[in-house]
């Protein structure tokens, strides 16, 4: 079993099922895993798409992210558990109380497949810029420190690589800007900045609204439109209880 396309299907499937666990109990009944293999675009879905489901399943149990109930027909009831792996109530964390302090991708995410377009690793990488872009804005944008990449744990190879991937998708700018710490000599460093937006189209060139609109059933595209506009309401509120970042030191500083 290659741990890489396994932790793949693992990945994708925990952002699947936190897409649709919405409320309280925060549980999703009634998905055959053979469902979520044809989802995800795994090979030969209805046998082996459905066992790599079911081991990742059993994988997200034994890490105490899901409670596991399988069930006669085969379609199991998941419920979600606390992210911090510690077995824990599952908690919405968006709003005020928490600081805003999540991540969240726009269903433009699924809908327009990017989460089966883009590898294990570039998804990961998504996740983690998304995570340090967060207090900062596009004209102000993070550079990564080494302990930063440490503390997500993904290699030099893991992070050139999904770098170059999310690039070419034309999801992430990397510039290199004069930045630092408050007490460090500026220094030329790579900064990153992840166009949210951008994952509300489909990849490749841009169409116009009435274009895109085009290409999904009706029902989904009014769906689209209106996750777009809820998107940015909470984005705003975000926006409104963030604590700034402290800008960086100026560009252009004494080299």
Known sequence: MDPVREG??????YLCLALLATRDPYDICGV??????????????DKAGTRRINDALDWLRAARLIELERHSDGKPT???LSPAGDGGRYRD????????????????????EW??????????LLLVLLDLQGGYDEDDPPWISGHDKNRYGLSAATWTRATTELTDAGL???????????????????????DEERLDHPLGELLTPDEEDALLPPELA????????????????????????????????RR
């Open 93 to 112: 964390r968006s709003g005020p109380a928490f600081g805003n302090r999540y991540v969240s991708l726009p269903v433009g995410f699924w809908i327009w």
């Open 32 to 45: 055959h895993p053979w469902s979520w293999a044809r989802a995800l675009g795994l090979s030969d879905p």
């Open 172 to 194: 992430l700018t990397v510039r290199r800007e004069w930045r630092g710490h408050d007490f460090d000599r500026p220094k030329l460093r790579n900064t990153f900045w992840i």
């Open 115 to 124: 989460i089966t377009t883009l590898s294990a690793t570039g998804v990961a």
């Open 78 to 80: 998941v419920t979600l």
């Open 222 to 253: 009014a769906y689209l439109r209106n996750a777009r506009l809820a998107q940015a309401d909470r984005q705003a509120a975000r926006s409104a209880f963030r604590t700034p970042r402290r800008k960086r030191m100026a560009s252009g500083a």
């Open 8 to 13: 793949e299907v693992r990945l994708k499937l």
